[in-house]
């Protein structure tokens, strides 16, 4: 008997640390992420605090102005400019930003809306384009990127998330549309065309399709071609929050979308989408790595991963404006080779390749107190903390920016990378909320050789861009 009741307490016990084993490391990692267990990371502190005078630029900390609750940015290496989408007013945001699940107030025609905005790195300024051509009033802007003009060696094309909801009398569901809620959302992906150094950007076409259901960021292919993320299964409710909290192998998954129309302006030409890459966590910012890399950021499991592109014969979906039809056609897939754990949450990813080919790895920007986002998200006065990582690349690999080179199909080995690295930090009073982070190489102010490495952090509810000189 004595024997029997041992082996059950061993079988219990076995039982026990097995599943410790199993859950608590990706709880423990979880914890971190959201702010809640410490970090080393915490011993960081306010980087720049010595170099930041309240509301003024300094010789390392620059503000710039026109640049308000830009989520994303992107390096067009070939002019050296910066490209963002940034709302018209602050609290248009706190009211309405179905990634946050905010559906309080919907923008109304008439209103302030969103905008792109061009930052050139070498002045600090910024210039808001003229969105001509562009006839809906209403520009939640979220996700972006850019691809050049193969026509054309001055100009870009601009993918950019518009969350705008859907017109009162056509609401998405059956619940009417005169209440406001998460039936409303509508969000769709706008194509704008802009010729460097201009003042505008032409509105070429809207693009929706039901697979885009929670659209987050954008990676282009080509100018009619495109990646983007469903950062959530659900919409708003208890289960967006499960979303989340839990990033294990069991918890909800999302998706990544590929999707190809045709470019004839205001067109009703066949929208074709089909799933990229399906069981994903909180899918979120996607950004070019070296040799055609695709950088998918799980935000709220605080990981990046380095995903392959390849095209498969995959079944997709095409739509008109009347019509949904199935096909069989190629489209691009994603096979992850790398995950890099980060102990924040992250979101929109960028790559860095020095100009002097001594540095080369991935930048990541984050929250440090992830936990505080929802309860917080509609309050102005929050201060958010942020965090931004350097991961060195160790493996050799050379930077490629999608916007010049285009994108390159086929498998990658998995990456050898340095320990992350914290390169900024700040409390919420100099930038609040982080989501992205580009590193440029400007010429050194002293006057000898060699460059500085200026840092441009924006954030989805920061009063401003900001750009700090930063060692890595």
Request: charged share 20%; hydrophobic share 35%.
């Amino acid at each position: 008997m004595s024997s029997l009741l041992a082996r059950k307490r061993t079988t219990i016990l076995a039982l026990s640390l097995a599943l410790i084993a199993f859950y608590l490391p990706p709880t423990t990692h979880q914890l971190r992420v959201f702010g809640i267990l410490s970090r080393p990371s915490d011993a960081l502190g306010n980087t720049h605090a010595h170099a930041y005078r309240q509301g003024e630029s300094t010789a390392e900390v620059k503000l710039i102005p026109g640049t308000t609750y830009c989520e994303d940015l992107h390096l067009h290496e070939r002019s050296g400019l910066l490209v963002t989408a940034c709302e018209g007013e602050k609290q248009d945001r706190r009211g309405w930003f179905p990634p946050l699940g905010v559906f309080d107030r919907p923008p109304v025609r008439g209103g302030p809306r969103g905008s792109i905005v061009v930052v050139d790195p070498q002045s600090f300024t910024a210039k808001t384009l003229e969105l001509r051509g562009y006839d809906d009033d209403v520009f939640v802007t979220h996700g972006i990127d850019i691809i050049n003009d193969p026509s054309n060696s001055n100009a870009i094309y601009i993918h950019a998330v518009n969350h705008a909801p859907a017109a009162p009398s056509s609401p998405a569901s059956g619940t009417s549309a005169t209440e406001p809620g998460p039936h409303l959302a509508a969000s769709r992906i706008e194509v704008f065309h802009h010729t460097l150094y201009s003042s505008y950007a032409t509105h070429i076409k809207t693009i929706s399709h039901p697979l885009i259901r929670t659209p987050n960021d954008i990676f282009s292919l080509s100018p009619s071609e495109l990646l983007v993320t469903n950062d959530h299964k659900h919409k708003s409710g208890f289960w967006r929050h499960v979303e989340d909290i839990i990033s294990h192998s069991w918890g909800p998954k999302t998706d990544i979308v590929g999707v190809r129309f045709g470019l004839d302006r205001g067109g009703a030409e066949e929208v074709e989408a089909s799933v990229a890459l399906e069981r994903i966590h909180n899918g979120n910012g996607l950004g070019h790595g070296p040799g055609g890399e695709v950088m998918i950021g799980d935000a709220a499991g605080g990981v990046l991963h380095l995903a392959s592109l390849i095209q498969s014969t995959s079944p997709v979906t095409t739509t008109t404006d009347a019509t949904t039809n199935a096909a069989t056609n190629t489209h691009p897939r994603l096979q992850i080779h790398t995950s890099i754990p980060l102990h924040s949450n992250i979101d929109n990813p960028s790559f860095y390749s020095s100009s002097d080919g001594t540095k080369s790895g991935y930048v990541l920007a984050g929250l440090s107190k992830g936990a505080a986002l929802g309860p917080n998200a509609k309050d102005p006065a929050y201060k958010h903390g942020v965090i931004v990582w350097y991961v060195p690349l160790e493996d050799g690999a050379d930077g490629a920016d999608g916007a010049d080179s285009g994108e390159r199909e086929g498998t990658h080995q998995k990456r050898k990378v340095g320990e992350p690295k914290g390169i900024f930090a700040d409390d919420g009073g100099l930038i609040s909320t982080a989501s992205a982070g580009v590193i440029v190489d400007r010429p050194t102010t002293t006057g000898g050789e060699g460059v500085e490495r200026w840092l441009f952090v924006t954030g989805f509810m920061s009063d401003s861009m900001v750009a700090v000189k930063v060692d890595l």
